[in-house]
């Protein structure tokens, strides 16, 4: 299981409220389907909108990532730039 976290306001609203949670997932795929069927909203947003920190390393295009057992993905807005 992997621990995500956030302080980003739109994933709290679409968690209900919690800014950390616990989701099984064994890749970043997985985790954003996770996020989906417990959230609906959720998974596309984040992967819209938002960059991951898996275990301290940030990933811009991670959906092919793995996740430890014991991972922890840190959710953070991607910045737009020109």
Request: proline share 6%; net charge negative; glycine share 14%.
């Given at each position: 299981?992997?621990?995500?976290?956030?302080?980003d306001s739109r994933v709290r609203e679409l968690a209900g409220g919690l800014s950390r949670f616990e989701v099984p997932a064994a890749t970043v795929r997985g985790l954003i389907a996770?996020?989906?069927?417990?959230?609906?909203g959720l998974g596309s947003h984040?992967?819209?909108?938002?960059?991951?920190?898996i275990d301290?390393?940030?990933h811009h295009d991670a959906?092919?990532?793995p996740l430890a057992a014991d991972a922890e993905v840190v959710l953070i807005?991607?910045?737009?730039?020109?």
């Open positions: 299981m992997a621990w995500v976290s956030s302080v996770a996020l989906e069927a417990r959230w609906p984040v992967e819209s909108a938002m960059a991951l920190a301290g390393e940030i959906l092919g990532e807005p991607r910045i737009g730039g020109g």
